[in-house]
Nanobody
Framework: VQLQASGGGLVQAGGSLRLSCAAS????????MGWFRQAPGKERKFVAA????????YYADSVEGRFTISRDNAKNMVYLQMDSLESEDTAVYYC????????????????????WGKGTQVTVSS
């Protein structure tokens, strides 16, 4: 499956952005989806994941209550709504697909995700 993230940009602290990820190729609804981010000079980190239906979700502690992952299987799209943005959210954001829906700890420690898209830059100014 091919993935392309979009929707990044420059936003002030406290603002909102919605990232989108378009998927093509294999049957999109057969995959769990996730968002990860990588800040300059740091490792890539888990942000959020959802199962094939979007009803089961995981979030990193740092974004819980501020970010929401969702998907539209009819459109082959997955989204990340980001509210109450903080300067610490500045990073390149990547969407990814997994043929399984693994545990939160698996994603948090870098496991899983079979396919990755190119990232989109999010910059939050304080």
């Amino acid at each position: 499956v091919q993935l392309q993230a979009s929707g990044g940009g420059l936003v002030q602290a406290g603002g909102s952005l919605r990232l989108s990820c378009a998927a093509s190729g294999r049957t999109f609804s057969g995959y769990s989806m996730g968002w990860f981010r990588q800040a300059p000079g740091k490792e890539r980190k888990f942000v959020a994941a959802c199962d094939w239906s979007g009803r089961s979700t995981y979030y990193a502690d740092s974004v819980e209550g501020r970010f929401t992952i969702s998907r539209d299987n009819a459109k082959n799209m997955v989204y990340l709504q980001m509210d109450s943005l903080e300067s610490e959210d500045t990073a390149v954001y990547y969407c990814a697909a997994d043929s399984l829906f693994r545990s939160r700890s698996a994603y948090s420690t870098g496991g899983g995700m079979n396919y990755w898209g190119k990232g989109t830059q999010v910059t939050v100014s304080s």
